[in-house]
């Protein structure tokens, strides 16, 4: 059965002109990054997303968010592209598929070699300020941590700078309006270790006309879907790949 879903899906790939993917956190727990929700094992396990990663606590507590919740944005940085991400590149490159929309923060598309990636939660590369919206690297936000500077100053306007991150309360960025127009016209949505649980994400696959979703578990959006693959992202992603090639000869 796996066989013959992994054959399907190449050919699903391989018959699109217009393929987008859409990726969540299991796509990067390859990588040593842990999820957020999954029993036992979920980062939010062991931490209140809202006492860690909120837009109240950012503005209201900000020496309570710099000492816990930016430290785990920090150690995102830490982690290195999987297969998975190599091969998503490697599709993108050979014209497969058009693009990359993640909920995923870790940047890890674009360190493996993605060029259009939309990151619809943002990204921990960079920081702005909340004023007047001057941009500046993740670290230059951290060496003013580190100097006990908190909140970190714009030195443009004096305001706070904050990561370019979406917390929790905070409004969704540009990026998700044009991935919601993407996939409105898209042939083909590939859904990529995501538990689909989070909104409005996860109403992109019912706008796709065909989808495939690769996921370890069960998603509530698998009836969906025109095929659903259980395994490894790395593993699967690398077995359609290679399948692609196959029926293309090459």
């Given amino acids: 059965m796996l066989k ?3 054959k399907i899906a190449a050919q699903m790939i391989n018959n699109s002109s217009n393929t987008w993917v859409l990726t969540g956190a299991g796509m990067s727990t390859e990588s040593g ?3 957020f929700r999954t029993p036992n094992s979920g980062l939010w396990e062991k931490i209140d997303p809202m ?14 968010f710099y000492k816990t ?7 995102m940085s830490d982690f290195q592209p999987n297969e998975g991400h ?3 590149a490697k599709l993108e490159e050979k014209g497969y598929i058009n693009g990359i929309i993640t909920q995923n923060i870790d940047n890890l ?16 590369r ?6 007047c919206n001057y941009k500046v690297e993740l670290k230059y936000l951290t060496k003013k941590i580190q100097n006990n500077e908190i909140p970190p100053k714009c030195e443009q306007c004096g305001s706070s700078l904050r990561p370019d991150v979406v917390l929790f309360g905070d409004q969704l960025p540009k990026e998700f309006d044009k991935a919601w127009e993407i996939v409105n016209e898209c042939e083909l949505l590939i859904v990529i270790g995501s538990s689909l649980t ?5 109403y992109l696959p019912q706008i796709s006309p065909k989808v495939i979703i690769i996921n370890l578990d069960k998603t509530h959006y698998d009836s969906y879907a025109d095929i659903v693959i259980r395994g490894k992202a790395g593993t699967v992603l690398n077995k359609i790949f290679n399948s692609i090639q196959m029926e293309n000869n090459l």
């Fill in 198 to 202: 989070v909104s409005p994400v996860n």
């Fill in 86 to 88: 190599v091969v998503l």
């Fill in 109 to 124: 598309h674009i360190r493996a070699g993605s060029k259009n990636v939309l990151e619809v939660h943002g990204n921990t």
């Fill in 4 to 6: 013959d879903n992994i």
């Fill in 126 to 131: 960079t920081g702005s300020c909340t004023d």
């Fill in 51 to 64: 006492e860690a990663l909120s837009r109240n606590v950012l503005y209201n507590n900000p020496t309570k």
């Fill in 69 to 75: 919740g930016y430290c785990i944005l920090t150690q």
């Fill in 33 to 35: 990054i842990p999820d």
